[in-house]
């Protein structure tokens, strides 16, 4: 017997009485650090959008996107001073409130956000409003490593030695570990030194700060558990785990607009164009070359010329789309709409992948200390004063610290092959949960029903508790994109196709059986956690036993972790289903590049943005050798100056002192 729509109704007007003060808190504090953080307002270096009517009219690169892999394109070919380099990205600047790690999922439903949703699926995502999984991704410069969580991971050694087995010479392990090395800047010291590290590159990476009370019991149930621990997730080992690294700066999030544009906003050579909609790239039909992009700035349509490349980099969504609407994809998808065929390739929108992870894990706790204080982190803490004071003039507190991962790590499920180095599946370990919020997260931001936040979890908002969650990490499940129109402004149709293979489904269900464990070890039974759903006789799940428990839960509560990838993938021609070349080159079709995680033959095991900043980085480098011989011949040839990664907001304006915040002298 369900919960009546009485209780839903009442979980809804909860949630919906809380946006008022949720939103004028974010206005306050909007204004609290355009008064006393310069290092986060960092007007000096922040990138200027160029008028349309200062556009030239032909550059030498034209790059489409100024997401995580863009804003690295743009900053690495304009270092070249003979080249003119334009991007174009269809959102504007980062906000003030992005920087602040605890607030990244408020980000989501933005402005700054995409507001992508899958179509309805009875498989999955069936506690969602409609049965659509919502997508994040990031509309503005940075792109989604604006709105991510900001983990570090490069993956796996095999998932890149994968990638060359499939005919993709330059992509093994040996030969994307320098572009790794290349693009950190490691700030942790106990891990910067490792030859596997870098420390001069421009996203800076540290370990998150203000951790809550529940990280040594996390750590130590894991121990109780047998699972190895280690420093990083990074290391020769990944079957680990260990405390979060980010990609952050003075504990505030580093974006690729923050690490690579600011420095070098001031270039000549590079124009960077805002709220620009790109609605097609031009191709000469008979020569089958890319030569240019038509986009609307405001209501202005125009039209550049791209001398040597165009450079693709939408995102694993809009660049399919972009590609289709240019005349390039599957024959039968373009004939629908009357696009005219350019280069009929079938693989352009499939092989979709993504990281679906079990949402719900939420553990309740007591601590068993006299004070009884709470351990884990929910709202109530968040909002006062002393947080907002914490975070203007100590940099500090519950502001810069990471809601949702404080120990990541992997295993091996039963399912994976025997004495694998690859674990199947992620673990987060989290000391805020669904309850922790009051339903802000995951009730608003994942889209799940009032109906299901009310009967799973209403009854213990703001208690005590910590969630555990699990990634499936290589799904055999491949998913597809559907043009929905000739029309650039309407969305993707995405197909995620979930749990379409049971033994995705049968990995996940290890993933939570691991969750329950770590309840049950020494340390966790100190705090006499309990699985919240056996403290609810009217979950949605209810009656289910077994497997099939678990596989309701998955089923209702399938959370993506933003990781869409492998719609243009990359293979050798003989290939029927790959898109671009190992020089990332779009099979027929000259002077056009794909850079992003479209391109990625299979997902690596671990979150995607700091493979994709690897991906442009590489990138970069193939465009210069293909297109610098010919410079170096001229005798004007000069390099522009090197990007000074490390440069401090405001330099002149202001004062550092240690541990705390930039702030202008008095």
Known sequence: MGLGPLEAQQT?????????????????????????????????????????????DVYDFVVIGGGSAGCAMAARLSEVCDWNVLLLEAGGDESFISDLPYLYPVLQKSKLDWQFETVPND?????????????????????????????????????????????????????????????????????????????????????????????????????QLGVQMADEVNGPDQLVFAPLHGTLRDGLRCSTAKAYLRPVARRKNLHISLNTLVE???????????????????????????????????????????LMLSGVGPREQLQAHRIPLVQDLPGVGRNLQDHVAAGGGVFLIQNPARDGRP????????????????????????????????????????????????GDIQIFMS???????????????????????????ESWVYKDSFLVMPLLMRPESRG??????????????????????????????????????????????????????????DDTCHG????????????????????????????????????VDDQLRVHGIAGLRVVDASIMPTIPTGNTNAPVIMIAERAADLLKYAHLPALLTETHFRQCESINFLYHPDEAQIVQGAGTPRRTKV
């Open 123 to 223: 498989r999955f995502c069936r506690g969602m409003r409609d049965k659509r999984c919502s997508w994040p991704r990031g509309k503005v410069l940075g792109g989604s490593s604006v709105l991510n969580a900001m983990m570090y991971v490069r993956g796996n050694r095999e998932d890149y030695d994968e990638w060359a087995s499939l005919g993709n010479v330059g992509w093994g392990w040996k030969d994307v570990l320098p572009y790794f090395v290349k693009m950190e800047n490691v700030r942790d010291e106990r891990i910067a030194r490792q030859p596997w590290h870098g420390r001069t590159g421009p996203m800076t990476v540290e370990l998150v700060r203000n951790r809550s009370a529940l990280l040594p019991y996390f750590l130590r149930a894991a121990q």
């Open 480 to 537: 597809w994109l559907e043009l929905p129109s000739a029309n650039p402004r309407d969305k993707i149709k995405i197909h995620p196709n979930y749990f379409a293979v049971e033994r995705d489904l049968d990995i996940l269900v290890e993933g939570l059986k691991f969750a329950v464990r770590v309840a049950e070890t020494p340390e966790m039974r100190r705090l006499n956690a309990t699985f919240i759903y056996d403290t609810e006789p």
């Open 280 to 322: 097609k790239i031009l191709i000469d039909p008979r020569d089958k070359r890319a030569y240019g992009v038509q986009f609307r700035k405001g209501n202005r349509l125009q039209y550049v010329m791209a001398a040597k490349e165009i450079i693709l980099s939408a995102g694993a969504l809009n660049s399919p789309q972009l």
């Open 12 to 56: 809804r007007m909860r949630i919906l009485l809380t946006r008022p003060s949720n939103v004028l808190v974010m206005l306050l504090l909007d204004a609290c650090i355009w008064l006393q953080r310069t290092d986060v307002v960092d007007l000096r270096n922040r990138v200027q959008d160029i008028p349309s009517q200062f556009i030239y």
């Open 544 to 579: 289910q036993t077994g497997d099939n428990f678990f596989k309701c839960i998955i089923t209702h509560y399938s959370q993506t972790i933003y990781h869409p990838s492998g719609t243009a993938k990359m293979g050798p021609k003989s290939d029927p289903m790959a898109v």
């Open 431 to 457: 000391a805020q949960s669904d309850v922790s919020d009051g339903g802000i997260e995951s009730a608003q931001g994942a889209g799940l029903t009032y109906d299901y936040y009310a009967r799973n979890f």
């Open 375 to 422: 351990l884990s982190i929910d709202m109530t803490q968040v909002v006062q004063v002393n947080t907002l004071r914490d975070f203007l003039y100590e940099n500090n507190g519950r502001l810069v610290s990471m809601p949702s991962c404080e120990v990541m790590g992997f295993i091996n499920s039963k399912y994976n092959r025997p004495g694998s180095k690859r």
